[in-house]
């Protein structure tokens, strides 16, 4: 009995939506061979039960793809004597090594601040950094300087007005997935949010594998280091041999 109290406590705080999001993508496998140069992912879907009453506000769609995450050393420079030195760094205990969101509308207007912080979906929410050392007062400007460098790499992108949403029930978009992927298991959410609640969430997943000659130097690199590092001397002195003997050719 005790059991079943406990069970309906906990059901109770759980939301409860009326729109449910039925969703697929054209590509749920990416593979990554030696002449990958990127990908475009449509993802599409539907809103099942969406209410069209006149008084409600209209349905938002806002998609988040994340790459699998890590700790990061973000380091200062500064210019000493005409010289780049590093000086002041933090660690960031997780960051996506690849985050894509994208809106209907802008962000802020289709997620509340408190919905962000509940589901961590903007940018800066996706980062998680603690523990900064106490002499350094600006921790925040670390965090801006990662997602500002890995925005110039394509690596974080804000897709805002992006997701087209027909209807209130139909919805798609398309995000590009640029060629410096990461490998590893990439969680797709999808959020459907009205007056910048949440009113409904699913979640899917996107695999990144490197596969043929780029998967067997990975492993090779990995598994057994001492034969790579043998492998890759003998191929360096055998190409810097072959340009050699190709030169003396050239003279004759």
Not at 80 to 108: C, Q
């Amino acid at each position: 009995m005790r059991a079943l109290v406990i069970i309906c406590a906990l059901l109770a705080g759980l939301p409860v939506w009326a729109e449910q999001v039925v969703a697929d993508m054209s590509l749920r496998d990416v593979e990554i061979t030696a002449n990958f140069d990127g990908s475009d992912i449509l993802i599409y879907g539907a809103i099942k039960g969406a209410r069209e009453e006149e008084n409600l506000a209209p349905l938002e769609v806002v998609i988040a793809i994340s790459g699998p995450q890590g700790p990061i050393t973000v380091r200062r420079k500064e210019k000493h004597f005409g010289i780049w030195v590093n000086t002041d760094a933090i660690k960031v205990d997780r960051a996506p090594s690849f985050y894509a969101v994208a809106s209907s509308g802008a962000l802020e207007d289709t997620l509340t601040y408190t919905e962000d912080l509940r589901y961590q979906v903007s940018i800066p929410r996706a980062i998680y950094a603690v523990g900064t050392p106490a002499e350094i007062e600006d921790p925040e400007s670390f965090t801006e300087a990662l997602i500002r460098i890995r925005k110039g790499q394509n690596l974080y992108q804000q897709l805002d007005n992006t997701v087209e949403v027909q209807q209130q029930s139909l919805f798609s978009t398309t995000i590009d997935l640029p060629a410096n992927l990461v490998e590893g298991v990439y969680p797709t959410r999808i959020f459907i949010t009205r007056e910048g609640e949440v009113v409904g969430k699913l979640t899917t997943f996107i695999d990144v594998r490197k596969v043929g000659l780029e998967r067997w130097i990975y492993d090779l690199a990995h598994d057994r280091p001492l034969i790579y590092g043998v492998l890759s001397l003998t191929i360096a002195i055998a190409a810097g041999w072959l340009a050699s003997a190709f030169f003396r050719f050239l003279r004759f």
